[in-house]
């Protein structure tokens, strides 16, 4: 049931207060863990195109928790979703190579 309102989250993700995305990403973070690998695929794609924004952003709590989304969104792609998914990955590399040396060390592993 909540597959349905994902959409309308990732639009709250652009205008929404902090809080208010850290909340909408622990939200992705617990529906993507109760959906099959297959049901997750496409949105992870979705939600990886989104979530590169956020590594840069001044709390270290929303830096940490999209970048980790970011590698569980990666994890959970198969089938053809895997190819689109490759693009997104590639553009986010370096952004998230720099954060390597985070002065968060949360951040940073």
Request: glycine share 2%; with cysteine; net charge positive.
């Amino acid at each position: 049931k909540l597959q349905v309102l994902l959409p309308h989250m990732v639009e709250v993700l652009q205008d929404g207060h902090t809080d208010v995305r850290m909340n909408v990403l622990l939200v992705f973070r617990n529906v993507m863990g109760h959906l099959t690998r297959k049901e997750a695929s496409s949105i992870a794609v979705h939600l990886a195109e989104k979530l590169p924004p956020f590594f840069d952003d001044e709390s270290n709590q929303m830096r940490e928790l999209s970048i980790s989304l970011f590698r569980d969104a990666v994890e959970a792609v198969v089938g053809h979703d895997k190819r689109r998914m490759k693009k997104k990955v590639r553009r986010s590399l370096i952004p998230l190579f720099f954060h390597m040396c985070d002065k968060h060390n949360s951040v940073a592993r």
